[in-house]
């Protein structure tokens, strides 16, 4: 599809003002992840702590130039403010007019990197063109050493796509939707095998590049991971995921992708190539032959969008471990639906997906990547979506009791992790102050421990810090009453669902 560019008369503050807003429905914007230091003659570093300045009023990082390159596409997803049957206003940036915005907000201290993002220009290799063409300036003609965090196009050629990942800190390849059904409904143009390619080609470049400078294959993770021989990053839980790959290919049961499940390599085509540097080095007219950079080195992330189909949260949740495992993820985003367009296939115009159950499942997200669950132990096909009074962990324990209370002076860290209230720096800390004496309920409150949570489910030195009785419904109302103000102001920020804007900076 051939579209025709009418911004001429827009100025770069116009485009700045259309294209931010355009993008404040795509996510994922958070720390680095990457440790790059500054260099003598270039702008910029990636220090994991100078990425998250300031937040929006739902929790997302604004320290990033968060724009599309153009809100023009020739894709016309059902749930997108930008797809092609929409009367908005449309503009496109140059990859110049990026290049200086990025440069000229650095310098004043209003972000320390770029988000970029882009609708569909044409076709995806045309517009992936263009966002490596952008990229390459920032790092050789402005000298731009700042972290980049790009969305790439699904169906663009592996040339591009090894570009982007040489050119940008983090690389993403948005799912958009959890199933390839949802995607037919929803996104007709788009299908799970486009998405699942480059994800794929990107995982393993990303392995080559590590191995190749004595690193593991996989990305870095927390280091109580080491210690959680049920979490999903453990080599356990990863000789399993293949196992039970190899099972599928045998038996030739393979997932279409209806039950949740992502499709196998076989069914989204081998998925084993490497995008290398001479793949890269296609990005003609422009030479790259003066940059000497790793491949991704923050990891590659994507998206997912919260309520827009029917999929339960287990469906989701699973998706998610399943991206994790299969393509070593550094993270996975959800977005919640929020109604723009009417049409029969999505929600009404006035039922936005409570942001309470985009918190929910981030709240999962994170038991599965540092205090190691796995997704059936928090949700099931009886229980397929969480409990929007309580946070999931929580949830877990009262179904679990019989594995409470936890004795403090002698649980393993990783049964210290399963605790309500008690996090990865307060377990670690447990297991250490513990070596050298007795530890009482005011030295577990002084190491950072949640006592108004994890009292129920705790005794030190045999003895609780109440007498109250281990109970599921008692302790469900304790916590209820201790939660629900965190709850109504979840639940109540949907009324005020805003991206900070330039004129908070005092732009425009």
Known sequence: MNIEIKNSNYTTQEKLQILADAAKYDVACTSSGSSRRGKKGELGNT?????????????????????????????DCKYCINRASND????????????????EFYRRNYIEGLFLSSGVLKNPTYTMEKMCETLLLL?????????????????????LLAAAGYLADRISVNLELPTEESLRTLAPNKTMKTILNPMGKVQNTIAAHRMAIGKTAYMERSRGNQLLNNGIF???????????LEEKKKTDRLSDGKDGTLPSQKEMGRVDGLLTWDNAYQLAPHDMSGLKRRFAPAGQSTQMIIGATGESDYTLLQTTQQLYQGFDLKRVFYSAYIPMNE???LPGLG????????????????LLRFYGFQAGELLSEEKPDFNELIDPKCDWALRH??????????ASYARLLRVPGI??????RITHARRYGRLDFASLKKMGVVLKRAHYFITCGGKQMYHTPVEASYIMRQLVSVDKKDVWNIEHSNESYVQLSLADFGIG
């Open 47 to 75: 220090e994991a702590c100078g990425i998250c300045h300031s937040f929006a009023a739902d929790g997302r990082c604004i320290s990033l130039l968060k724009i599309l390159m153009t809100n023009h596409c020739a894709y």
């Open 88 to 103: 908005v206003k449309r503009a496109t940036f140059t990859p110049e007019e990026i290049c200086e915005l990025t440069i």
């Open 139 to 159: 790092r050789t003609k402005y000298h731009f050493n700042g972290y980049i965090h790009v969305k790439t196009i699904p169906g663009a050629s592996d040339e």
């Open 234 to 244: 453990s080599e356990i839980s990863k000789r399993n995921y293949r196992e039970s």
């Open 343 to 345: 049409d029969d296939a």
């Open 351 to 366: 039922t936005p997906t409570p942001l309470l159950r985009e918190h929910r499942l981030y709240q999962a997200d994170w």
């Open 401 to 410: 009791l019989e594995q409470f209370p936890v004795e403090i002076e002698t």
């Open 423 to 428: 996090g990865p720096k307060s377990a670690s």
